[in-house]
Nanobody, 116 residues
Framework: QVQLVESGGGLAQAGGSLRLSCAASGASVTNAAIAWYRQTQGKQRELVAVITSGGTTSYADSVKGRFTISRDYAKNMGFLQMNSLKPEDTAVYFC??????????WGQGTQVTVSS
């Protein structure tokens, strides 16, 4: 069983930056993909960025060039650096760790609010 704890959310002004962290415990996530999703009220959770076990990254079009996903294998952590924030980035951000198609885990989410 893997436990995930996100941190780093909060309030930022448009154009500002935040860095989200996802700390995994209970097992190593070295062989898992780490992803960040976000969700606003009344909408489906959407994939923001993912980094594979091998370090390959991909991003939603809406965040390309502004967000950077990374991971620290030794610390068993994932990160999402968010720059040039926009009000439309306001959402609850969730960390997801996926080992295979039937085994994944979610964090509790962290609120990000961007003011204009």
């Amino acid at each position: 069983q893997v436990q995930l704890v996100e941190s780093g959310g909060g309030l930022a002004q448009a154009g500002g930056s935040l860095r989200l962290s996802c700390a995994a415990s209970g097992a190593s996530v070295t062989n898992a993909a780490i992803a960040w999703y976000r969700q606003t009220q009344g909408k489906q959770r959407e994939l923001v960025a993912v980094i594979t076990s091998g370090g390959t990254t991909s991003y939603a079009d809406s965040v390309k060039g502004r967000f950077t996903i990374s991971r620290d294998y030794a610390k068993n952590m994932g990160f999402l650096q968010m720059n040039s924030l926009k009000p439309e980035d306001t959402a609850v951000y969730f960390c997801n760790v996926k080992f295979n198609w039937f085994t994944d885990y979610w964090g509790q989410g962290t609120q990000v609010t961007v003011s204009s």
